[in-house]
DNA sequence: CGTAGAGTTGAAACCCATCAACCCACGTGG
DNA sequence: CCACGTGGGTTGATGGGTTTCAACTCTACG
């Protein structure tokens, strides 16, 4: 908990770069005046707090939703209480892309730390995006980079052992907090070890033993949730590091 | 060999109802002039063989893929030969999403048996889009669907053991040739045993092993890369079974 | 008929999940 | 103020599902 006030810091004084949504995921290409009528239709709602929803599975999709600060957890959600994290989301990232096909949310939305969160009402975008052809573009572009995205996730499950898929993690939030104007080196992870192996496809145990084993290592330095990346090209070795041929296990 | 051309008698069958792209992939909300429209800028290329490429990794973007008839794979080339093998695609099936968004494939696409294949050139496409708002919106779903599709993926290798994989992913075939019009049944592979195993994540001898077990077991009838399904319920009970809370491993 | 590649089958090793115990931080209430 | 309970996190031992290695069969093809 105290943690999170420290996040907070750190994320407030970016918000004030980031107040409009344009400067968030939809950037290029853009003249000022179309920037304007898309920040026209972004609502901006009071904080939100841990726990607190966007949106759940099964409930109509009205409006896509852009992480301002904070951090967000998707998830679907299957019976019995079990659930499978599907992405944790910082700022500048966008959120329900993949509600637009079946017009329904097929995944659940929960904020993990105090966030500020823009709503973008769908419907009202895509008639931005009828006029402003660039937009448009911007927007394929966007969720060709979420098909992306899967599709690095995909290699990571489907072909990385467990010591690959968590130095990819932290590589990758590494990269996104640095992307945001936050320290790649030095960050709190808003998220339990539970979630992070949920999302890994790893026991906790495995995750523990992995920080531990990292740190033994001198890749990185783990009290709880405050992680301090002290070998970041020797996390990018393992990732990078190949098998030729073998499948899932280490084979060289 | 002598597989191939009996899903070539099926599949040329079928292709003289799906002459047109709007049929294969786009096709609600559309007047007819519209689809007119946008069947005017498809290119409607010489049946392609297997091994031939649609496009490589690297390549710059220009146009998106509809197979109409055949198979086509999709992979991300590893250095050192290795492969990951990130989709097999099904007549009325698209290819090249996942490209829009760097301008450049990053991925490679080859055709698995002889095949025929829309091109659709992207800049055009996007001309029309910007016109036909529910062309647009088309698009957005088909954007989305691809997303919602990784995330099942995702969940399969993330969650699902061998068993549960090979099972979902012969279910998987199964519908999407039944959408078509082919039997849901009786089918031919037209990719080997090593391609399936690469993308469902497992080892070649992982798979033989699983198909030999459904069969033992009633589930299906294999006879190299013919298979008929016996007993489909029964292999909607392997996916459906859900593990309550554990993870990887079967659970219970 | 011989080679090559795909597929199958068996035995052994191994990574990781599972089970279990424990530690620690935190909040609650006596 | 401290005992207590709880939930998250860590650590150790064990077992199991898959990979790996290896040998073999079968088909295709020259």
Redesign the interface.
């Given at each position: 908990m105290t943690q999170h006030k420290v996040i907070s810091f750190e994320t407030i004084r970016v918000a004030c770069r980031n107040c409009n949504l344009a400067t968030l995921c939809l950037p290029m290409g853009l003249c000022p005046e179309d920037v304007e009528r898309l920040d026209g239709i972004v609502k901006r709602s009071r904080p939100l707090h841990r726990g607190d929803y966007l949106f759940r599975s099964g409930e109509r999709f009205r409006s896509l939703y852009v992480v301002k600060t904070g951090s967000v957890k998707t998830y679907?959600p299957?019976?019995?209480?079990?659930e499978?994290v599907?992405g944790f989301h910082l700022p500048g990232e966008i959120i329900g892309?993949?509600?637009?096909?079946?017009d329904c949310h097929?995944?659940s939305a929960r904020v993990l730390e105090t966030s500020a969160i823009c709503e973008i009402p769908f419907a009202r975008l895509?008639e931005l995006?009828?006029c402003i052809?660039s937009l448009?573009?911007q927007?394929?572009?966007?969720?060709?980079?979420?098909?992306?995205h899967?599709?690095d996730?995909?290699?990571l499950?489907?072909?990385r052992n467990a010591e690959e898929r968590l130095a990819a993690f932290l590589l990758s939030l590494s990269r996104r907090l640095q992307k945001r104007g936050l320290s790649p080196y030095d960050f709190y992870l808003s998220m339990s070890r539970h979630e992070i192996?949920?999302?890994?496809?790893?026991?906790v145990e495995t995750v523990s033993r992995l920080f531990t084993r990292f740190q033994d290592e001198g890749l990185l330095h783990v009290d709880r949730k405050h992680v301090m990346i002290r070998d970041i090209s020797g996390l990018e070795s393992i990732v990078g590091h190949?098998?030729?041929?073998g499948?899932?296990q280490r084979s060289s």
């Amino acid at each position: 908990m105290t943690q999170h006030k420290v996040i907070s810091f750190e994320t407030i004084r970016v918000a004030c770069r980031n107040c409009n949504l344009a400067t968030l995921c939809l950037p290029m290409g853009l003249c000022p005046e179309d920037v304007e009528r898309l920040d026209g239709i972004v609502k901006r709602s009071r904080p939100l707090h841990r726990g607190d929803y966007l949106f759940r599975s099964g409930e109509r999709f009205r409006s896509l939703y852009v992480v301002k600060t904070g951090s967000v957890k998707t998830y679907s959600p299957s019976e019995e209480g079990g659930e499978q994290v599907l992405g944790f989301h910082l700022p500048g990232e966008i959120i329900g892309l993949d509600a637009i096909e079946k017009d329904c949310h097929i995944c659940s939305a929960r904020v993990l730390e105090t966030s500020a969160i823009c709503e973008i009402p769908f419907a009202r975008l895509e008639e931005l995006t009828c006029c402003i052809p660039s937009l448009q573009h911007q927007m394929f572009r966007l969720l060709s980079k979420e098909i992306g995205h899967d599709t690095d996730m995909l290699l990571l499950l489907g072909k990385r052992n467990a010591e690959e898929r968590l130095a990819a993690f932290l590589l990758s939030l590494s990269r996104r907090l640095q992307k945001r104007g936050l320290s790649p080196y030095d960050f709190y992870l808003s998220m339990s070890r539970h979630e992070i192996g949920n999302y890994l496809g790893l026991a906790v145990e495995t995750v523990s033993r992995l920080f531990t084993r990292f740190q033994d290592e001198g890749l990185l330095h783990v009290d709880r949730k405050h992680v301090m990346i002290r070998d970041i090209s020797g996390l990018e070795s393992i990732v990078g590091h190949q098998p030729l041929e073998g499948n899932q296990q280490r084979s060289s």
